[in-house]
Nanobody, 116 residues
Framework: QVQLVESGGGLVQTGGSLRLSCAVS????????MGWYRQAPGKQRELVARISDGGFIQYADFVKGRFTISRDNNINTVYLRMNSLKPEDTAVYYC??????????WGQGTQVTVSS
């Protein structure tokens, strides 16, 4: 079993910042990719940012220059620093991991609400 525990969501005003964290534990041999997706009401889940075990990073166009993803392999944790938040960033943010076995796991989601 693999567990993902997310934290750091909340309510923030436009222009504010939040930092999401996702700690992964359980039956892990090696983590390949880690990342964050989000889903707003009535919309499909979409990629926000991903980082590979080699440090390759992919960002969605709508967060470039505002969000920063990082990971600490020593404690199997991925972070998402979100700056200059906008109301359209309001969504449930989900942590994602893919192991080298190609098994994929999702967190329970953390709500981020940006007020105008």
């Amino acid at each position: 079993q693999v567990q993902l525990v997310e934290s750091g969501g909340g309510l923030v005003q436009t222009g504010g910042s939040l930092r999401l964290s996702c700690a992964v534990s359980g039956n892990i041999f090696r983590i390949n990719a880690m990342g964050w997706y989000r889903q707003a009401p009535g919309k499909q889940r979409e990629l926000v940012a991903r980082i590979s075990d080699g440090g390759f990073i992919q960002y969605a166009d709508f967060v470039k220059g505002r969000f920063t993803i990082s990971r600490d392999n020593n404690i199997n944790t991925v972070y998402l620093r979100m700056n200059s938040l906008k109301p359209e960033d309001t969504a449930v943010y989900y942590c994602y991991v893919r192991l080298t076995t190609l098994n994929e796991y999702w967190g329970q989601g953390t709500q981020v609400t940006v007020s105008s």
